[in-house]
């Protein structure tokens, strides 16, 4: 009896994990909210960026929380920690340089 809770408890942990994405989806789409800059906000495809492009949520989520962007990063430098603006150029600058993503401002920032 005690071998059969594992085994089916091993099963149902395997299954959770192969269909994690219809389980736990996010939204396709994020709206980048204003970050102190002029440009028009980021339309940012979260469906796209895990599902089409195979980025892991830790490649953004780099806690290893799924929570937004300004649950750490705010308005304001705080710290250690980079404000909102600064976080997200970075992280997309560098993804984009390394997978071919776009680079000039109006690619992302679109009226």
Known sequence: ?????????SL???MIMIFQ?????????????KT????PVIVFSHGAHSRDY?????????TGEQVKCSFCHKY???GKIINMKGAFHQ??????????????CGRCHKK
């Not at 992280?91 to 000039?104: D, L, V």
């Open 1 to 9: 009896m005690k071998y059969l809770c594992v085994i089916v408890m």
């Open 12 to 14: 149902a942990l395997g």
């Open 21 to 33: 994405d219809f389980l736990f989806s996010a939204e396709d789409y994020i709206e980048l909210t």
């Open 36 to 39: 102190g800059h002029r440009k």
């Open 54 to 62: 195979d980025n892991k949520c830790v490649d953004c989520h780099h």
């Open 76 to 78: 304001r430098d705080q």
């Open 91 to 104: 992280q997309c600058h560098e993804c984009h340089s390394k997978k071919s993503g776009p680079k000039a």
